[in-house]
């Protein structure tokens, strides 16, 4: 059973240019959760989904961020016109229910040039 | 004031030396996590506890739901335990947040 598993590990992308990362939950997990790191900094949250439903946005930059986790294939973060400041590392955990323990993924790390 | 602070902040320790992370809260939680995070790499989960002491291999876990307060010891501690050590909470509410500690970063030198 793999575990989480994210792509790409690193992404580089000019300023202005969209990054979309992906995130594939462990088998039978249907809770997505996406957090942020910005450089010599915690770990943000950033959106909570379920399949097809975005349960809790509430650390989500309002522009230029969306995420989705459709019905089928993983979930996507997708940042559009990035800047230098969305340079972090982008973590994706997943859990089977409400409250069960959390399984992270090994992250994406952006980088804008 | 951080909703979850951790101290300390860095720690350097002697191989072998029993070493205490501590992590503070002020939110209502429903469970803890102790997380690891070695220096550009992925993160990991160690204990998920809601009450009392969890033990696996060197690490120690507890927690006083009454005080806000829990604690991550590792015994013989060794070089490999070197990395960024974070408590996250589990905040009640209906949506399941999670809040993160700043992170201690604990080097262990042979």
Redesign the interface.
């Known amino acids: 059973n793999a575990g989480v598993m994210q792509n790409p590990r690193h992404l580089v992308r000019r300023r202005g240019q969209e990054a979309r990362l992906r995130c594939s939950p462990m088998k039978g997990h249907s809770h997505v959760y996406w957090y942020r790191q910005l450089p010599e900094e915690g770990l943000k949250f950033m959106v909570y989904l379920q399949k097809e439903n975005i349960i809790d946005e509430s650390g989500m930059p309002k522009e230029r961020f969306s995420a989705e986790f459709p019905k089928e294939g993983p979930s996507i973060l997708r940042i559009q016109q990035v800047v230098r400041g969305d340079s972090a590392a982008y973590f994706c955990a997943s859990s089977p229910y409400k409250g069960s323990p959390l399984h992270f993924g090994n992250g994406t790390r952006l980088t804008v040039t | 004031k951080n909703e979850v602070e951790q101290s300390p902040q860095n720690l350097t320790a002697q191989e072998g030396e029993f070493i205490t992370i501590n992590c503070s809260y002020s939110v209502g939680i ?2 803890l ?1 102790w ?1 690891q995070q070695h220096p ?6 160690l204990f ?1 506890l809601s009450s009392g002491k969890k033990k696996h291999g060197r690490l120690i876990a507890t927690i006083n739901i009454q005080e806000k307060h829990s604690s991550l010891h590792i015994t013989a501690s060794h070089p490999r335990d070197s990395a960024v050590y ?1 408590c ?1 909470v ?1 905040v009640e509410t209906s ?9 201690t970063s604990l080097s262990v030198i042979p």
């Open positions: 429903s469970a996590h997380l550009g790499g992925g993160i990991v989960s998920m974070i996250a589990r949506y399941d947040k999670v809040i993160f500690g700043p992170g």
